[in-house]
């Protein structure tokens, strides 16, 4: 540090209003390239600097005038940074605790939806006529073929055909249409 830089801190310390503006002069630059070289962004490096030389001027008082002003000044922008950086931390752990915590919602909001469509599902078969319900349960819970189950119930494999169609338009009016749909599909865990 010069024997002028040492005076102006000095003096700044007993707030002087011109020692302060001559140091901001000097290290405004300096102290902007080190920001930058810390933050890669110019408009938080700016800020960084106006608030750091803002502090330096509101606690003048307490300054500590013994310490190399280029020092104590670099020192107090890398602090600056590394607590703009854990703040930085902390908000993407938060988002990322935040996300997390909406995906398990989600999660568990859907598979509340689809035990409900399930249930639904269920219910609606069980309001089925005796002979369709069987039909039904073997297609869907048995997967039976349609002479599988003609066999099975000894009846034509026409009256299975149309059995199923009846119970299917019924479901439709009854219960969410994704749900009927999947019936086409064999799926066991319907009738479990």
Known sequence: MNLNDSKLFCELKNGSS??????YVAYKTPALKFCFSL???????????QDVFMQLWIKRAKLNTQANFQSYLFSCLRNRAYDHFKKIRRSELAIDNLSRKIETLQ???????????????????EELPTSR???????????????????HLNISSNTVKNQLIKA???????????LVICMLIPLKSFFE
Do not use: P, W
């Open 18 to 23: 011109d020692a302060f503006e001559q140091l």
């Open 39 to 49: 933050l890669k962004d110019m408009d938080e490096a700016e800020c960084m600097v």
């Open 107 to 125: 999660r568990v909001n859907e598979e509340v939806d689809d035990t409900l469509k399930i249930e639904s599902l269920q219910k609606a078969v």
């Open 133 to 151: 319900k069987a039909i039904v349960k073997l297609r869907y819970e048995g997967g039976k073929s349609y002479k599988e189950i003609a066999d």
């Open 168 to 178: 299917k338009h019924y479901l439709r009016s009854h219960v969410d249409i994704s």
